[in-house]
């Protein structure tokens, strides 16, 4: 006897099925073998701090315990560091978490949420998931279009503005002094989440000055990249008492790892590891920008951990990306006009820099991209 | 100059500012100390598998690195022992998080979701986040009233039915026959969501056999309670592909933590150590039996890792929850009627069932609970 299936909620129904990322493991499973260099989903090939991994070595024995739900201790370290009080502090399991806890706080179906065209595609998930409408605002000489994108807003009357600084996957910047200009141009119902998961490799001044009491905007921030933890899932947002407080109403909050909680703590403290951290990613940054100049290519400035390489076109890039794959090296591609033409490599360490170089160097001079500077 | 605060969908404005739990580590910081012996969350103090173990300490280098998305290697290896095919499962942050996919793919705003009266608080906080209106039934006889929750079901035209088998908090449970019968009974539009979080201390003959296929019901587990996994967040479903489908396109893709995923496979293939686990908890529910016995109070059965101790009225047991505290001891106690009466004890290691014991008979002496039986 078979039976019926049961009713989705409407708004699932509607979704399309599609995923914001093929993950390099599906990639792999598809080629048959795994990636000699994973240099394609911006993750650090340093790992976690050796506090961080000392935290979460002790932490393994005491598995057996939930997560403080209030993420306390973790909250109270991060508002000192902040100048402002935990109740500004909201901790979930990565960026991607936060993303959807605010599309589900802001945004009533049929709302309009304004991001660029070909930024972050997680964003778009979750708001197409809240049944909100994106209104897409094209990249201009490869970088946010900032005034484009509140003109946006206040023509769609959009009640989120997504801006990722510094940019994702351009890994271009803007001093926070003009995100700060756009967060006034602001229309009244329209909030501001500011995607800063790159915050730590930027140049001083990239972060604006944003009072954490202030209504218009949401800061959000991770382990996964200069900390790197992102397979720990752990990331928080910055915001007033008024938006923390909307997320603990909806929230997941026994949500977050144990050991992840207790591996941000130590790695916050770990200073110095960060700075080195950041400091190998320029030298990485540079090594990549040589490299591609030598082959008479381009690259995007970027203030990330990563490097977005001009291949001119869109069939160069594809080409590229499909070359490189069959060399075992993973990088991404973005899939929207005008990024299309570029490949987003992350630094890895200096053997995968290594290999990309080689790898890189035999690809681009057997499809000729070189030649095409003329 | 202050700025208005942005507006909140409204199914967020709507809620109440409640969380599903107050955690131990909250209730620590309100009496200033911690607990000596928790025993009040349900959680494994034999901690994870060495394999598990093992797996956790091996993955520490590469947290680096985000978790499979996908969870393949997980799923395979669920559906080989489950008889069924990785298209059937699904794996997320824990039950918690399958049960806000379950409200959220499977309920429209103002859609009635049945469940018994003080059964998971969560899943409740996630009907009410979704905008789902709850419809409890009371236990009877300190077990789920399958046939009043089916017929709840069918007068309220619920698309969703709750039920835990066994039972949390009552530690009660139905062999799985009776829940094929209430599956068999079920409204055509409803669905039945199974948490088996406790299935793997319960009686042969406890799970229901119900097809994978079967578009009526959706099961969930977990490696928080005999894999003593709480910490690392892990649990999954067991649904027809089109559930799991459904999952798939609001799921949060990158949510669960890589040394989860990894630990979770290593648990499922120690099986020794679970069924070690298993005997474990069996002796010390004995033991609670037989001191609250000494102590001329009674006990439910129970097929989990806790014992629910029925201390006659809801004074005694509030009064017993607080002198407990005071004692050092954290234990839960329902807050709906007939539960009331009742405090939940965590099977705990040697140590704690000892220190438990010892607290409890000054508690039961001091308060005059055993006086009232006459």
Redesign the interface.
Known sequence: MT???????????D???????V?P??LE?ARGGEFQV?VG?N??????SPA??EA??A????????????S?DLRHELAGRLGTTAAHMAVA??I??LL?LVA?????PG?VAVTSLGAYP?FNYHVH??GGRLHRVPYRDDRNDLPALVQAAKETGA?LLYLANPDNPTGTWWPGADVERLLDALP????LILDEAYADFAPEGTAPRIDPD???AVRVRTF?KAH??????IGYAVA?E??V??F???R?????????QA?ALASLRDEAFIAWVVAEVARGRDEYTRLAAGLGLATLPSATNFVAIDCRTAEGSEAALAALGEEGVFVRRPQAPPLDRLIRVTVGDERERQAFAEAFTRVVTRLGLTQKVG
């Not at 019926?4 to 699932?12: F, Q």
């Not at 589900?104 to 009533?108: E, G, K, M, N, S």
């Open positions: 039976h019926a299936p049961r009713p989705l909620a409407k708004l699932v129904d979704l399309p099925a599609t995923v914001p990322f993950a493991e599906a499973r994973r989903a993750e650090s090939p340093f790992g976690p961080a991994r979460m070595a932490s393994i024995g005491r598995t057996g315990w939930y997560g403080d739900p209030d306390h399991s990565g991607d978490d959807g589900r706080a802001f945004l009533d709302d997680t998931g809240y009640r009244d119902r329209c909030l202030d209504p218009r996964s790197g933890m992102a397979g720990a899932r007033s008024p938006v407080a909307a603990d109403r909806v997941l909050h026994f949500g977050v790892n144990r050991m992840a591996a």
